[in-house]
């Protein structure tokens, strides 16, 4: 059947991530106040999403289970941080929400003060984090991975706020390249085939996975929105834009960079609010098909392949919340569009192609709740597709489990990918929470690698590898390079083991940090997924897991110190961090606020429910 791509569309306002979780029955939704008209406040929001809290007994972002067992609320963590983001940035007395980013606000300033441009010329110098620490350790979230054309050492990464980073020592050492441009997010990378002559790299800037925000009426979805498509032809020294530009407040968020492998001039852009196409390198971009919204959220088209062996045929898919998912075809490099699949009650696909095979397109469908909906496969370039295994409370490659155990949820609707082997087609691995891989094109499937090396979660001694896989990408030599909430990994057997190559890379996500008043250069800070980090004799540490919040060294002595779990679980060491005891007087808010007592430092105040 023969559409436009306009048509996959049918805009309703729809909220959120638990709409349909199977862990608790009533949706945080219902408690909003009903009307037809208007958006919610940020504190309609904060309240309905509280007393859903309390009713179905979540804690810390834990539920326990008809097992009696402690189990994740899947993305708990994405409202709390998105509160936390939003709490100082909306009126605070409406709870209305910013209609401009701080960089538009600035850039409108510079107008009126053109004499006064931001400048890094001051007295800086980096110290870190830049120590990843490999497995359940990480330095922070990578979305995307690029690789140089014929040299192996070379390849770039892209972080959602931290730039754009090359290696040309596989992985040794990193050098940014991006420090000046407007928006640090980057979603996507393209890389010239022609680069060892011309050096030309573009980037799709924003972030197209969310991270810290969410899709709520505030409209700040993404850790960065898109200022469009930006172009280097000096290797990342300098930076122009092209034809495809935004400014943040229109919050575009750029999911996938095509560039034609016969033609360096022609590249396709997939976005939140359509697909582009540029034929003259980044001058002009016609929009080959448009995704409306309804003035409150956008349904992204969030990944595009092409063909191997033939760039008129390029597939595509969707990530629409709780509603019907679909994958379209071209077959005349974008001028038409079919639909060729569509799944029901999902919430996003990520597509896959081998040159080994270039009839096969492989699909990883997320159902409504982030868990895994199946694994498709066509045999016709795209044309049709069928079901090579279908997820169930024990076949959930996107849970928590390392043996696909655990309900059905997960969390697919931030982290999911899917790739290929390029000389064996057959050859499959898929990323959520944790990787699983295929040698028999997807009707069976055995952990890759689990996010921690507890016994409850990891049943099979498998490799830890930090969580969330936002890009799972093989080289054309074999090498299989993956992008997840901690950084950048590599395996050379195709995911039996792997190696982290996040060294070097400076691209946290902070918190909080402390600076010691006794030691020169003593830092303590908490980092979003990565825990929290200890700089002390210029090397870093890491000293507490998960989420890091507030950080605190006491001012008379180095060796007692503080870090803070979510909802203020402090952990103090007096013996700087030979061992440690939790304090935990209450729980409160996403990052609990303490200080020492200036005059007295066995003195501690936190604010909880109360001081």
């Given at each position: 059947m023969q559409k436009n791509l306009l048509k996959l569309f049918i805009f309703t306002f729809i909220f959120g991530f638990f709409m349909s979780n199977n862990v608790m029955g009533q949706q945080w939704q219902d408690n909003l106040p009903h009307r037809t008209t208007g958006n919610y406040t940020f504190f309609e929001y904060q309240k309905a999403f509280n007393e859903y809290e309390e009713a179905n007994n979540i804690e810390n972002g834990y539920i326990i289970n008809s097992k009696g067992e402690k189990e994740k609320v899947p993305n708990w963590k994405l409202f709390r941080r998105w509160e936390y983001e939003q709490e100082k940035r909306v009126n605070q007395t409406t709870g209305e929400f910013p209609k401009t980013s701080a960089i538009d606000e600035y850039n409108k300033w510079l107008v009126d003060n053109p004499q006064n441009p931001k400048s890094l010329s001051g007295n800086w110098s980096s110290l870190g984090p830049d120590d990843s620490g490999g497995g359940y350790s990480g330095s922070g979230r990578l979305n995307c991975i690029a690789f140089h054309p014929t040299d192996n050492n070379t390849y770039w990464v892209g972080s959602p706020g931290g730039g754009l980073w090359r290696t040309t020592n596989n992985g040794s050492t990193w050098t940014v390249l991006t420090d000046d441009n407007d928006v640090l997010g980057v979603s996507d990378i393209a890389i010239s085939s022609n680069y060892a002559t011309d050096n030309t790299i573009y980037i799709a800037t924003g972030d197209k996975d969310g991270g810290s925000m969410w899709s709520l009426g505030g409209g700040t979805s993404n850790d960065n929105n898109s200022i469009g498509v930006l172009k280097s032809i000096d290797g990342g020294v300098t930076w122009n834009t092209t034809g495809l530009t935004f400014i943040t407040s229109q919050k575009v968020t750029i999911s996938r960079l095509l560039l034609?492998?016969?033609?360096?001039?022609?590249?396709?852009?997939?976005?939140?609010?359509?697909?582009?196409?540029?034929?003259?390198?980044?001058?002009?971009?016609?929009?080959?098909?448009?995704?409306?919204?309804?003035?409150?959220?956008?349904?992204?088209?969030?990944?595009?392949?092409?063909?191997?062996?033939?760039?008129?045929?390029?597939?595509?898919?969707?990530?629409?919340?709780?509603?019907?998912?679909?994958?379209?075809?071209?077959?005349?490099?974008?001028?038409?569009?079919?639909?060729?699949?569509?799944?029901?009650?999902?919430?996003?696909?990520?597509?896959?192609?081998?040159?080994?095979?270039?009839?096969?397109?492989?699909?990883?469908?997320?159902?409504?709740?982030?868990?895994?909906?199946?694994?498709?496969?066509?045999?016709?370039?795209?044309?049709?597709?069928?079901?090579?295994?279908?997820?169930?409370s024990t076949k959930n490659l996107l849970g928590y489990y390392s043996d696909a155990s655990?309900?059905?949820?997960?969390?697919?609707?931030?982290?999911?990918?899917?790739?290929?082997?390029?000389?064996?087609?057959?050859?499959?691995?898929?990323?959520?929470?944790?990787?699983?891989?295929?040698?028999?094109?997807?009707?069976t499937w055995s952990c890759s690698s689990c996010w921690t090396s507890h016994p409850t979660y990891n049943k099979g001694s498998h490799p830890v590898v930090h969580a969330d896989k936002h890009m799972l990408k093989y080289r054309s030599n074999g090498d299989l390079f993956e992008c997840n909430d901690g950084g950048v990994y590599i395996s050379t057997n195709d995911g039996s083991s792997w190696t982290d190559k996040g060294d070097g890379l400076v691209h946290s996500q902070l918190y909080r940090f402390g600076v010691s008043q006794t030691v020169s250069g003593e830092v303590i800070a908490g980092l979003?997924?990565?825990?929290?980090?200890?700089?002390?004799?210029?090397?870093?540490?890491?000293?507490?897991?998960?989420?890091?919040?507030?950080c605190i060294i006491d001012y008379t002595d180095v060796d007692v110190q503080y870090a803070t779990y979510v909802r203020g679980q402090i952990t103090r060491t007096t013996n700087h961090w030979g061992s440690a005891t939790d304090i935990e007087p209450a729980s409160g808010a996403w990052v609990t606020p303490y200080i020492i007592d200036p005059n007295a430092n066995q003195t501690i105040y936190a604010g909880y429910n109360n001081v």
């Open positions: 034609d492998p016969s033609d360096n001039n022609t590249l396709y852009v997939s976005s939140n609010i359509g697909i582009y196409k540029t034929t003259d390198a980044g001058v002009n971009w016609p929009r080959l098909a448009n995704s409306p919204n309804d003035g409150s959220y956008y349904y992204p088209i969030i990944d595009m392949e092409f063909n191997p062996g033939n760039s008129s045929i390029i597939n595509a898919s969707t990530k629409r919340y709780n509603n019907t998912n679909y994958i379209y075809r071209t077959t005349d490099a974008g001028s038409n569009w079919t639909e060729e699949a569509s799944f029901s009650s999902t919430y996003r696909i990520d597509l896959a192609v081998s040159p080994n095979n270039n009839a096969y397109v492989y699909a990883i469908v997320a159902n409504s709740s982030g868990g895994l909906h199946s694994i498709q496969r066509s045999s016709n370039h795209g044309d049709s597709y069928g079901s090579r295994y279908t997820g169930s655990g309900g059905t949820t997960g969390q697919g609707g931030y982290d999911l990918s899917i790739d290929v082997s390029p000389s064996d087609a057959e050859n499959v691995i898929v990323g959520g929470v944790n990787a699983h891989r295929s040698s028999d094109g997807g009707s979003q997924d990565n825990g929290s980090k200890l700089l002390s004799g210029g090397t870093w540490s890491d000293v507490k897991g998960g989420d890091g919040m507030e």
